[in-house]
């Protein structure tokens, strides 16, 4: 990628000294390891975050260390972070001063970040794409404010979108600016986030081994913190008025309600779009995952990554093509415990349960309004008719299909037991 023009710095009030450095040189080359390499924080797991301490501002340039076999990482104020990560942005970025018009798109890494800010963008901007302008990355165009730095964004003309991986209580906040926080399963979050360090030149890891990242993962020992540090700052904030939430997995299942969501969410010039319908249709076919695949230089400078695939997969439960069975028991463990009683203990179910789940579509006349929703798998039909099983034997093949060991036997249970007792009736 070439240097960032001297028109567009001028036109942004800036020097050379004042951006982080995008340079051949800088940008996807991780700096050397410090000296002496310090052990990463040990992090406690409360089953709620306490708010922290105010951080203790040290030294100017973070500590990057690398043990072996993990990802390359650096520690700014007791926090770990990407190796090029600079202390004065992070903490400039911690005290920055939102517009009203500001959009933020808040996310812990691989929950879908790059693809609400592709579809904002459309939304927000009238000279939106890889094509247009100096700069065209969308790294460059809706920055991380984290990576970039205050004052990078604070001459970024309005209406601003912004990227953050911050927790809520790092996040800059204002009672007027608006918020999309969008969360996606932990077992593929965790997955996409191990090809995401694998490809990434920066952290010094291509030939990383899984079950390392895995361990990583389960201890909060990565860049970007602990994913359920990350979902529980957050998750008291999810009906605020100034807040958007949004599932991955929910997203993947009926984009148009998404970006239709989206687009109200914004208001303005974003509201009118979405409610063209023609607009509307080519926002959504823009967006799908099979368009963000192609030209993928529109998201990060191509040189940045070993593969120029920046959008690997998309979808769910791609997990299991990775996970061992022990992995997606610990991990399960781990899941109940720091969401125990928070709402949040009851999503994905489906997502990361260990078996694959058929979805079940009672019969219309069952009385069904006391079972919990399992609307993402497959029908009784279809079940029956695939199994041989006529009309008759419905109900003895789908409880023969519930039997099935799935690691969440509460759910399972409750639907069983109706069937069972409408039988004996």
Not at 43 to 63: C, R, V, W, Y
Not at 204 to 222: H, S, V
Request: charged share 25%; aromatic share 12%.
């Amino acid at each position: 990628m070439p240097e960032v023009p001297n028109l567009l710095l001028r036109a942004l009030s800036l020097t050379d000294v004042d951006l982080p450095s995008v340079s051949n040189l800088d940008l996807f080359i991780s700096p050397p390891c410090t000296p002496v390499t310090p052990r990463p924080p040990v992090l406690q797991h409360p089953m709620t975050p306490s708010t922290p301490k105010a951080p203790i501002f040290g030294a100017d340039e973070a500590n990057v260390f690398q043990p072996e076999g993990h990802p390359k990482q650096s520690i700014i104020d007791g926090e770990i972070w990407p190796p090029i990560f600079k202390p004065e942005f992070v903490r400039s970025a911690k005290t920055m001063v939102p517009r009203e018009t500001d959009a933020f798109v808040c996310t812990y890494p691989k929950c879908g970040t790059t693809w609400i800010q592709h579809i904002c963008s459309q939304l927000m901007s009238n000279d939106y794409g890889p094509d247009v302008g100096k700069v065209s990355e969308l790294c460059m165009t809706s920055p991380m404010i984290e990576r970039m730095g205050a004052k990078y964004s604070d001459n970024l003309t309005s209406p601003r979108l912004l990227k953050t991986h911050f927790a809520y209580y790092n996040c800059p906040k204002s009672s007027k600016a608006k918020y999309i926080f969008a969360v996606r399963n932990p077992k593929d979050c965790l997955t996409s986030y191990y090809f995401h360090n694998r490809n990434f030149k920066i952290y010094d890891w291509a030939n990383g081994d899984f079950n390392t990242f895995f361990e990583l993962f389960a201890a909060g020992q990565l860049g970007f913190g602990d994913y359920f540090d990350h979902l529980l700052s957050w998750l008291p904030r999810i009906y605020d008025d100034n807040v958007l939430f949004l599932k991955y997995e929910d997203m993947v299942e009926d984009l148009e309600s998404a970006v239709v969501k989206i687009g109200n969410f914004l208001g303005g010039r974003a509201k009118e779009m979405v409610n063209d319908p023609e607009i509307l249709a080519r926002v959504v076919l823009e967006s799908k995952i099979d368009a963000m695949k192609k030209n993928q230089t529109r998201w990060f400078p191509s040189s940045n990554l070993r593969k120029e695939t920046f959008i690997r997969k998309g979808g769910s439960r791609d997990w299991k093509n990775y996970f061992t069975k022990e992995q997606s028991d610990r991990l399960d463990a781990i899941i109940r415990t720091r969401l125990a009683g928070t709402e949040a203990e009851h999503w994905w179910k489906y997502e990361m349960s260990w078996e694959d789940i058929p979805e079940i579509i009672l019969p219309e006349d069952d009385d069904t309004e006391s079972l919990p929703s399992v609307s993402r798998r497959a029908s009784i039909s279809s079940i029956s008719s695939s199994s041989g099983y006529n009309s008759d034997d419905r109900r003895s093949s789908l409880i023969s299909s519930l039997s099935i060991s799935t690691g969440y036997g509460s759910l399972w249970s409750q639907i069983q037991a109706a069937q069972s007792s409408r039988q004996i009736n």
